[in-house]
T-cell receptor
Framework: AQSVTQLGSHVSVSEGALVLLRCNYS??????LFWYVQYPNQGLQLLLKYTSAATLVKGINGFEAEFKKSETSFHLTKPSAHMSDAAEYFCAVSDILTGGGNKLTFGTGTQLKVEL | DAGITQSPRHKVTETGTPVTLRCHQT?????MYWYRQDPGHGLRLIHYSYGVKDTDKGEVSDGYSVSRSKTEDFLLTLESATSSQTSVYFC?????????????FGPGTRLTVL
């Protein structure tokens, strides 16, 4: 079974600093990976996804992630944090379901705090 | 934003009572999903639907049932609620049967079982 591990349940950065949120995957086949963001009391919103077309994936709000097969990683980065980036971030791996559609297997999430 | 609504948004109930949560979409997407979110677990798939009257179990389906009588509605039922089912429940939808297809999430229902 495919899985993802997010290292660091809480990350704190200063406004303007680099944001780095870690995600490592475990998969015997090329994985399809997603990053979602969840703002307080809201649903999840897609940031970006890796579909094997390119190893560096750019998403919304200035975020990007790089797929590194040698490190089994798909870390999320943003060069300069904004206060509005404070949220919980989830990495997920996707797999096809028996009847169709796709199952997302999520990591446990990383809460990002941005300080002045 | 994808047109997904969930009702109710909040519910408090007692152990042993039945509870039904509703997910409604206006996107005409074929696939619908129910997840639960718990601290330390991320989101886990409960059940999913691949068409009207076509449903299947996810990884945490015990104690839950679902129904889909129309494309736009997907119901999640807790036949006899237990305290372990206290959670936030999210509905999601997707259009294609592809591992790269995006799932769009509803705003969630916070359920408390006393």
């Amino acid at each position: 079974a495919q899985s993802v591990t997010q290292l660091g349940s809480h990350v704190s950065v200063s406004e303007g600093a680099l944001v780095l949120l870690r995600c490592n995957y475990s998969s015997s086949v090329p994985p399809y990976l997603f990053w979602y963001v969840q703002y307080p009391n809201q649903g999840l919103q897609l940031l970006l996804k890796y579909t094997s077309a390119a190893t560096l994936v750019k998403g919304i709000n200035g975020f990007e992630a790089e797929f590194k097969k040698s490190e089994t990683s798909f870390h999320l980065t943003k060069p300069s944090a904004h206060m509005s980036d404070a949220a919980e971030y989830f990495c997920a791996v996707s797999d096809i379901l028996t009847g169709g559609g796709n199952k997302l297997t999520f990591g446990t999430g990383t809460q990002l705090k941005v300080e002045l | 934003d994808a047109g997904i609504t969930q009702s109710p948004r909040h519910k408090v109930t007692e152990t042993g009572t039945p509870v039904t949560l509703r997910c409604h979409q206006t996107e005409n997407h074929r696939y619908m999903y129910w997840y639960r979110q718990d601290p330390g677990h991320g989101l886990r798939l409960i059940h999913y639907s691949y068409g009207v009257k076509d449903t299947d179990k996810g990884e945490v389906s015990d104690g839950y049932s679902v129904s889909r009588s129309k494309t736009e509605d997907f119901l999640l039922t807790l036949e006899s609620a237990t305290s372990s089912q206290t959670s936030v429940y999210f509905c999601a939808i997707s259009e294609l049967s592809s591992p790269t297809d995006t799932q769009y999430f509803g705003p969630g229902t916070r359920l408390t079982v006393l």
